[in-house]
């Protein structure tokens, strides 16, 4: 089930964001502005209670004048303050009082003691408030008009921050429908581009894959269909009798024969490579004594091409841990890969390096090179560069040796990599990892 769409969750949360935020911080003003001004005449009050307090209790009341004299204090004082004062004496009876408190006016009660008994008694009307209310008024059309304009923007924003997935979207269903050239174009920040180049690398390689399965499938036709051909019509020939079963004949339905089973064999060896991991058997295994091996199994084909093998073997300790199969296979297809490319008079050598951790081992040809173009899919599976399609039989390839090479590598912890290509040769870097000692 598909969620709310982007923009609108986008205005929801920004817009309670303002919400909580003006809410906030409408609490805090009201409640640091009333208090500052409570606490502010609350102080101010105090200390002129006091001092009241002082001259009243200064007042002889057994004199004749003293009520008078004691009246026109406190009325200075309700003056001042805009409310009421009041003397009480010791039983709490008025003995004197002047001001008056402006009606449906809050007011705080602030108590000073007289000396001689009694209490001074000040009632301050509490400022008003009709600035705080014009504050919240105020706050409540700002947060309105904020959250109506924060509801415009993030539609207006999240449209476009949007569209470059939506145009990611798009593209991915026209490809998923077939379309392999479809492509996506991102935004101007940085995350919607990376996510576009990463949908038209993934593209890309889609219809490379694809174009590469189709020649393929092309090649693989010929390379199987030639050799049945082949195999059929001298198989008839001979039934016909228009050829005679002699040793020369049956050797050429042999090679034809063995050169459909070749390709069958090469697929299955794909396959076994690409579940080498699985069935991986390693072991300890002295590097210069695998070389050997693999050198003496390939004399046959460096003697039929007449190109010459040098190996240049480590010494004694050097070792790795892999499978002898896989690594015998592996090296040996990209041995086979440098004789097919190497012309005749050329040179195949094996160079090895070993450092504390690893092992390098450099397969290098004479042959012509690597193109750029070619370069980017030298280890793709089924891909010829088209000199190579055109060469000789003998010198072809089904576009897999370096592939099933580059698997079985990686299953043992190597890999291997086009270390330098040009006119005079390429060179091939394997790199495996050290054995202990």
Do not use: W
């Not at 569209?163 to 429908?177: D, N």
């Not at 390096?353 to 042959?367: C, F, H, M, N, Y």
Request: proline residues 5%; aromatic residues 2%.
């Amino acid at each position: 089930m598909k969620g709310q769409p982007l923009s609108l969750r986008l205005a929801l949360v920004l817009s309670l964001a303002v919400v909580v935020v003006l809410l906030v911080t409408g609490l805090a003003v009201n409640r640091l502005v009333s208090r500052s001004v409570e606490d502010e005449l609350t102080i101010v009050e105090r200390q002129r209670l006091t001092l009241v307090a002082t001259a009243v209790a200064e007042v002889d009341l057994s004199q004749p004048r003293a009520q008078r004299s004691l009246e026109l204090i406190l009325g200075r004082v309700a003056a001042q303050v805009r409310g009421r004062v009041e003397l009480l004496a010791a039983d709490g009876t008025l003995v004197a009082g002047a001001g008056r408190l402006p009606p449906s006016v809050g007011s705080e009660q602030l108590e000073e003691p007289v000396a001689g008994g009694g209490t001074l008694v000040i009632h301050v009307p509490l400022p008003d408030r009709a600035f705080l209310r014009v504050f919240n008024a105020t706050l409540v059309i700002a947060g309105l008009l904020a959250v109506l304009v924060v509801i415009a923007a993030s539609f207006f924003l999240s449209d476009r921050l949007t569209r470059p997935l939506r145009e990611v979207a798009a593209a991915a269903h026209r490809l998923g429908g077939g379309d392999l050239s479809a492509r996506a174009s991102g935004g101007p920040d940085r995350e919607s581009a990376e996510l576009a180049d990463a949908f038209n690398t993934m593209g890309e390689r889609l219809e490379r894959s694809e174009m590469l399965r189709r020649r393929a499938a092309t090649d693989m036709a010929h390379d199987l269909a030639t050799p049945a051909t082949v195999l059929e019509s001298q198989l008839q020939a001979l039934v016909d009798g228009v050829l005679p079963a002699d040793r020369e004949q049956l050797d050429r339905a042999r090679a034809a024969a063995g050169a459909l089973s070749g390709v069958i064999v090469q697929l299955r060896d794909l396959v076994d490579a690409e579940s080498a991991t699985l069935s991986r058997r390693p072991d300890r295994y002295v590097l210069r004594e695998l070389l050997g091996e693999l050198e003496r199994s390939l004399e046959p084909l460096f003697h039929e091409t007449g190109l010459p093998l040098v190996v240049e073997a480590p010494a004694d300790d050097v070792a790795v841990d892999v499978d002898r199969v896989q690594f015998s296979r592996a090296l040996r297809n990209v041995l086979v890969n440098a004789v097919q490319h190497s012309p005749a008079g050329g040179v195949v050598q094996v160079m090895t390096k070993a450092s504390l951790r690893e092992v390098t081992i450099r397969v290098i040809d004479t042959g012509a090179g690597i193109s750029q173009a070619d370069m980017p899919h030298v280890f793709e599976r089924f891909y010829r560069a088209d000199e190579v399609r055109g060469a000789s039989p003998a010198r072809s390839g089904s576009g897999i040796g370096l592939t099933i090479a580059r698997e079985l590598l990686d299953a043992n912890g190597g890999r291997i990599v086009v270390e330098r290509t040009g006119p005079d040769g390429t060179t091939f870097a394997i790199t495996l990892p050290r054995a202990a000692v």
